[in-house]
């Protein structure tokens, strides 16, 4: 099982960063400073988390390891966001594409195709890549500041039928992935068992 899923990830690991390398880099001019940029931090990314993974197994020094988890989560945070927005764009442009091809077979046009702009078709590239860039930086800051605040208490009723009368207005807390590890600590934990507490409840569940 665990070979399984060691397969499985780093298919779609190097697989999502393969597709970034070829939709994302390759097409950028050999001049741009950011092609460069884009295979180093893009080599960064492949080896980093598999480095935090595997690097809890080793001798190194725990209190690094655990930094080099904060990096790899917020990548791999970024990588999830990108991958989709990316594989988004790049199926609007085929939809695109076809549907233009479509509308001038179904008008029964035979004129060749106007050879297309390269500068400005590089240029609306450039820009559309410009946008999810910052579009995947927005969304991966939003999710880590949900993930770093403390959970939200939820009120909900549950009404029981046939409930004994000492059961009535039993308090139940639920707390669900709290996912204590090398980024979430005892600090963050404080924190949840103190808002448990304020709730004063008869039965605390963790799911």
């Not at 993930?147 to 207005?169: E, K, S, Y």
């Not at 090398?182 to 039965?203: A, C, F, M, S, W």
């Amino acid at each position: 099982m665990a070979m399984m899923f060691l397969l499985f990830f780093f298919s779609v690991w190097g697989g999502g960063h393969a597709y970034i390398a070829w939709r994302l880099i390759r097409p950028l001019a050999p001049a741009n400073p950011w092609r460069r940029r884009g295979w180093l931090l893009l080599a960064c990314s492949l080896l980093i988390v598999p480095a935090a993974l595997f690097g809890r197994f080793t001798r190194i020094n725990p209190e690094f390891i655990d930094a080099l988890a904060w990096v790899a989560y917020l990548d791999m945070g970024f990588f999830l966001v990108l991958v989709p927005l990316l594989v988004a764009r790049d199926l609007g442009w085929l939809t695109f594409g076809l549907a233009g091809t479509l509308l001038r077979r179904f008008n029964g046009s035979d004129s060749p195709v106007a050879p297309a702009d390269t500068g400005r078709r590089r240029f609306l590239a450039n820009g559309v890549n410009a946008g999810l860039f910052g579009l995947t930086g927005s969304m991966t800051a939003a999710g880590y500041y949900e993930a770093r605040r403390l959970a939200a208490v939820r009120h909900i009723t549950i009404p029981v039928a046939g409930l004994p009368d000492d059961l009535q207005d039993f308090h139940i807390v639920q707390l669900s992935d709290i996912h204590l590890g090398p980024t979430i600590k005892r600090d963050y934990l404080q924190g949840v068992v103190e808002r448990t507490n304020e709730l004063h409840p008869d039965l605390v569940a963790i799911t």
